[in-house]
């Protein structure tokens, strides 16, 4: 006589959640350290040297994490766009990091030419462009998180272009 078996538990991976609410927080500390080293609040070789590369790694992870997240749950636009910001961190760091540690040249020759041909002046509008998508993605997390703990309506209004 067989002894009866206990059915098997029906496991619903990323069963109804939102990979938004980890991917723009990460956007946002991300695109806040570029956005500060780009405006020159910090020198980059001086204090910011060793957090700039290690940001950017630390976002390009998060973005790549949020990528796969929202293939598993089934929203492929979301993973595209998450995917693409984490492989534009990803260039960064290692752009960064071969800057730092003089094994790529051709970025430091790059970047000499760039700063001695006025480039700053465009460095500070760069950085206050970034600074600009990051307030859009603090703005859009705000809404995510407003709706993903149960509010009925979003907050902040994005307004009916943006929710359809």
């Known amino acids: 006589m067989a002894t009866p078996q206990p059915a098997p ?3 619903r991976v990323g069963g109804g959640s939102d990979p938004l609410v980890f991917g723009l ?3 946002v500390a991300g695109s806040l350290v570029l956005g500060f080293a780009l405006v020159g609040w910090v020198a980059i070789p001086g ?10 790694f630390a976002a390009g992870v998060g973005e790549f ?4 997240w929202a293939i598993i749950v089934g929203q492929s636009m979301v993973a595209a766009i998450f995917g693409l910001f984490g492989v534009f961190w990803f260039s960064l760091f290692v752009l960064i990091s071969g800057i730092f540690n003089d094994c790529v040249d051709l970025a430091v020759l790059f970047n000499l030419l760039a700063i001695t041909l006025a480039a700053p002046l465009f460095f500070v509008l760069a950085g206050i462009s970034v600074l600009c998508f990051c307030a859009i993605g ?7 998180a407003w709706t ?4 009925r309506r979003s907050f902040p ?3 009916p272009p943006l929710l359809r």
């Open 138 to 144: 603090l703005y859009a997390f705000l809404n995510v």
């Open 157 to 159: 209004p994005l307004g």
């Open 25 to 27: 927080p990460v956007f």
């Open 65 to 68: 994490t949020t990528a796969l």
């Open 9 to 11: 538990l029906d496991v």
């Open 47 to 56: 204090g910011l040297g060793s957090v700039l590369p290690e940001t950017t």
């Open 148 to 151: 993903s703990t149960g509010a």
